[in-house]
Structure formats: structure tokens, C-alpha cells
């Protein structure tokens, strides 16, 4: 089994940026397919980003496109996630996630903590 740790989450200004970074533990980190979801105040939890076990196929949600990057370094046990141009509405807490594929929230098998961030308007 697979242990997941988030961390880069914090308070930027609309339009920053930020990186989150996710450790897992174990020697299959690089078997999994491995992705972040978020969950803002009174919502439901959504999906954000996936990226396969190699890195050579990536998924978005459509309203982070062009603005986030999903990338992972196998040889750290490390996925990345980096935000650009930050808006209010990606305020919550950002998971970090594995499994064979991560796309749905049933189909997710592992889960970090979480870590928050906040943009500021």
C-alpha cells in the first residue's frame, strides 16, 4: 500500500501561482496512476488533474486547462502539480490520489490528506 503526502498548498493573490508537491511511500508509487482532486467549502469533491504511471498521458478538468500542470518523477516517489494564473474560484483542499484510474471518485483507491490553498480576490 501506498501512502500519499501533500504539501505547496498556501494563500496566493488571483493570478499566482503554486506548486504542489505529493510524495508517496512504497516501492508501486510508480504503478499507479496518480492525480489530485479538490474540495471547496460546501462542495462536493471534484476531479483535477491524472496522470498515468509513465507520465505520458495526462487529464484535466476543463476549467484548470491551460493554467495547471500535472507531472511526476518516478524516480522520487514525487507527482507535481503546478497552478499558474490562480483564481478565487480554485480556492479548497487539493488531494492527492492513486489508483488504476482516477478520473472518478469511486475508482480511486488512495488518498492523501489534503492541503489548502486559498486564493485571494
Known amino acids: 500500500q501506498v501512502l500519499l503526502v501533500e504539501s505547496g498548498g498556501g494563500l496566493v493573490q488571483a493570478g499566482g501561482s503554486l506548486r504542489l508537491s505529493c510524495v508517496g511511500s512504497?516501492?508501486?508509487?510508480?504503478?499507479?496512476?496518480v492525480g489530485w482532486f479538490r474540495q471547496a467549502p460546501g462542495k462536493e469533491r471534484e476531479f483535477v488533474a491524472a496522470?498515468?504511471?509513465?507520465?505520458?498521458?495526462?487529464d484535466y478538468r476543463d476549467s484548470v486547462k491551460g493554467r495547471f500542470t500535472i507531472s511526476r518523477d518516478n524516480a522520487k516517489n514525487t507527482m507535481y502539480l503546478q497552478m499558474n494564473r490562480l483564481k478565487p474560484e480554485d480556492t479548497g483542499v487539493y488531494y492527492c490520489?492513486?489508483?488504476?484510474?482516477?478520473?472518478?471518485?469511486?475508482?480511486?483507491?488512495?488518498w492523501g490528506q489534503g492541503t489548502q490553498v486559498t486564493v485571494s480576490s
Open positions: 496522470i498515468s504511471w509513465s507520465g505520458a498521458t495526462t
Open positions: 512504497g516501492r508501486t508509487f510508480s504503478d499507479y496512476t
Open positions: 490520489v492513486a489508483g488504476s484510474d482516477v478520473r472518478v471518485q469511486e475508482w480511486v483507491r488512495i
